[in-house]
């Protein structure tokens, strides 16, 4: 398996190289400023094995776009080395966030916890506290989509369990500059946030998902 990257000109899709992506690896979001700079990022596995056992826990990675070609950002991995998933990406004028969830989640002892990311240009840092922006004391949290207007004004969408085993129910987060705050949302017990929009100028949000067997739309709205 090896990442994917194709690019439209408005006739057809070409592929674009992706040079030092980690083995197996994919990717999952991306958010581009113009036809020649974007940022994508992802997961690949990484083989762990004990006394003969193997898992494979994904490790995060970005991958950058500067003119034709994809080079691997090697900083998002550093920073989430164990089991990471970066899964939406979202860009300003000066920076990107990426978001997704930390740890294995593989059973009771091994929870998972949210994550955001920082790109500056250069290289990727945290974004808040690992576990930011989620409920207290739940089992596994992740966040699916993100978007953002500048470095200190972004809302996340994604799903929590209260406990292992325990229903998903629905997340939303917002960053002020310095902190990521949980933000009430109505889904129900078995339901999920996995794709987010937002009007810029207002910033109203329109965030997707499932419940159970059927979909989910949420709106937030803030000045």
């Given at each position: 398996q090896a990442p994917l990257a194709e690019r439209w000109n408005g006739r057809a899709w070409a592929n674009q190289r992706i040079s030092g992506a980690p083995p197996?690896?994919?990717?999952?979001?991306?958010?581009?400023?113009?036809?020649?700079?974007?940022e994508a990022v992802g997961n690949s596995p990484a083989?762990?094995?004990?006394?003969?056992?193997?898992?494979?826990?994904?490790?995060?990675?970005?991958?950058?776009?500067?003119?034709?070609?994809?080079?691997?950002?090697?900083?998002?991995?550093?920073?989430?080395?164990?089991?990471?998933?970066?899964?939406?990406?979202?860009?300003?004028?000066?920076?990107?966030?990426?978001?997704?969830?930390?740890?294995?989640?593989?059973?009771?002892?091994?929870?998972?916890?949210?994550?955001?990311?920082?790109w500056n240009g250069h290289t990727w840092s945290q974004q808040g506290a690992i576990r930011s922006g989620e409920?207290?004391?739940?089992?596994?949290?992740?966040?699916?989509?993100?978007?953002?207007?500048?470095?200190?004004?972004c809302t996340a969408v994604g799903g929590s369990e209260p406990d292992y085993g325990g229903p998903n129910v629905t997340l939303a987060s917002t960053w002020d500059g310095t902190t990521w705050s949980q933000v009430a949302t109505p889904g129900t017990p078995g339901s999920?946030?996995?794709?987010?929009?937002?009007a810029h100028h207002r910033f109203i949000c329109t965030a997707v998902g499932g419940q159970g067997s059927a979909v989910l739309a949420l709106r937030e709205h803030r000045e």
């Open positions: 197996n690896s994919w990717l999952s979001g991306i958010a581009c400023e113009s036809a020649g700079k974007c083989y762990t094995c004990t006394s003969g056992a193997c898992v494979i826990p994904p490790v995060a990675w970005a991958a950058g776009l500067s003119g034709s070609s994809w080079v691997t950002q090697p900083s998002m991995t550093n920073l989430y080395p164990q089991a990471s998933d970066a899964s939406s990406v979202s860009c300003w004028s000066s920076g990107c966030t990426a978001v997704g969830r930390e740890g294995s989640a593989v059973g009771p002892d091994h929870p998972g916890y949210t994550f955001a990311a920082r409920p207290p004391g739940s089992y596994f949290a992740y966040w699916a989509g993100v978007r953002c207007t500048s470095a200190s004004r999920f946030l996995a794709g987010l929009s937002c």
